[in-house]
Structures are given as structure tokens and as C-alpha cells.
């Protein structure tokens, strides 16, 4: 589970370009998450949500869209993971991808919002979990889990 989470921060904090001074990390502190890289580039964060769910949530700001933030990292998982796509769809909220990783036995929910409170600030989160949810319920998890990245966000 550590190599999963570790590639998958390492394949989100390629993206990043600038110093994500927007986001309140004292905020992502107290929530009992665990920064995993915090510099000029991105800053990615994970932590664990319940038995066998966890998430991992980077921040970036660039001038590049959702859409294509959302493809280039398609790429950066299931090259650097190994994982097989199982389907994406997308609202007027978000992108989500879905990978399964049959060695971990986990599935991976790949969130990317299309706009964001701070101007030209993408978040993408990975949402890992044993269970093969239904769009219904990833949507509802979708919902609550970029709320609450969005909530580090200032202004």
C-alpha cells in the first residue's frame, strides 16, 4: 500500500509549477493528514479515511485546464502503476477516472475538479479503496471528498 500511495504522489507532484501559497497547509495539519511534498512545486497530502480508504489530494496552479490535467496524470498512473483503467465520466463539478490495481487488490477513484474557488488552481485527488462502487456512490464521494480539499483553499 505505501509503494501505491508513494508512486501516486510522485506521479501528481509532476504536474505542479508553482508555489502553492493558496492553500492553508495549517488547515490540512489539523485534519490529521500527512504532507508527503511540500515545495515550489505542488504540495500533496494523504491520509486515511476509514478501513481500507485512503486519499491522496495535490494541489497545483497552472494555466493548463482540468481536462487536460486530468488526462496527462490517465497517463502518469497507469504508466508508473501499472493499474488498468476501468472507465471515466464526467459532471459539470468534475472529471473522475477509475483503475483497479490487482496486485493491491485496490481501486482507484481519480478525481479532477474543473474549477476551483482560486483562480487557475486544480485539484486532483485519488480516492484508493477495496470496494467497486457504483457511479451513484462515486459521485457522492466525489462531492464530500472535493469539498474537502477545497476547503484548504484561500479565497
Known sequence: ?????????????????????????????????????????????????????????????????????????EREIIDKLGVKLQGNFENNRYYVSKYYDSNERKYIYHIVGKKSKTRNCYISIAYLTDANLNENQIVKDANTLLNDAESNLRG
Open 1 to 73: 500500500m505505501k509503494k501505491l500511495i508513494l508512486g501516486l504522489c510522485l506521479a501528481f507532484g509532476i504536474l505542479a509549477f508553482s508555489a502553492p501559497s493558496f492553500v492553508n497547509t495549517k488547515q490540512i495539519e489539523r485534519k490529521n493528514y500527512n504532507i508527503a511534498l511540500d515545495e515550489d512545486a505542488a504540495l500533496v497530502y494523504y491520509g486515511k479515511l476509514g478501513k481500507n480508504k485512503d486519499v491522496i489530494v495535490t494541489y497545483f496552479y497552472d494555466g493548463i485546464s482540468g481536462k487536460t490535467v486530468s488526462k496527462l496524470l
